[in-house]
């Protein structure tokens, strides 16, 4: 049996300072990708599970309603979605901790999430990646540590160059950002991940000229 304890404390835990900033670009193929070229794979907790979760799917609805066994089987399948959440929850959990820890300013893109997942392709793997999650647990985490997270728009964060600033279309599909002006080339996400640290230090830079 698991316990937990919810201590409540006046005083906010400070973590020592880096004096690092990380742009944060979240994907499907690695879960996350820093700005300075780190990156954290994509566990894929759900596809994963897909096969077991579906065979008890597949058990339960043979079964008759009100009986026992589909009782039991009913238990099964909801076993299987508790050991996805916490699974997830716990990899999100670490994730966001290291992030706080190596990092004093975190910026992530501003995204909607809930229109993302309207796209049936990509609908599964992106509530799979738990992104929101993410930003939400590395927001409070950060507060608490006296550190800083920031959402910026993520329009063109993909597209444009972050060597020179123009913008190069691609597809999804297209892995690896090269560009025909400067010659830049390298992993796609890795620089919509520096092209989001840019925007977020801008960001830092204008609410400090603020009154």
Known sequence: ???????????????????????VDVGIKSFLTLSDGNYVPNPRFFITEEMALAKVQRKLSKLEKGTPER???????????????????????KVSLNLVRA???????????????KNHCLAKHIADAAWSKLVTIT?????????????????????????CGQI????????????????????????????ILRLGLQSLQNSDRCP
């Open 139 to 163: 927001s409070y985490k950060a507060e608490w540590a006296g550190k800083r997270v920031e959402l910026v728009n993520p329009c063109n964060t993909s597209q444009m160059c972050s060597g």
């Open 1 to 23: 049996m698991v316990c937990f304890f919810l201590v409540e404390t006046d005083t906010p835990t400070k973590l020592q300072k880096t004096g690092l900033s990380a742009g």
């Open 71 to 93: 009782a039991k089987a009913l238990k099964a399948v909801q076993r299987v979605h508790e050991r996805i959440a916490n699974k997830r929850e716990d990899f999100v959990q």
């Open 103 to 117: 990092y004093d300013f975190i910026i992530f893109e501003d995204l909607n999430v809930k229109d993302m997942t």
């Open 168 to 195: 190069v279309k691609k597809d999804l599909s297209e892995r690896i950002h090269s560009c025909p002006y400067c010659g830049l080339t390298l992993d796609r996400d890795h620089n919509a991940a520096i092209n």
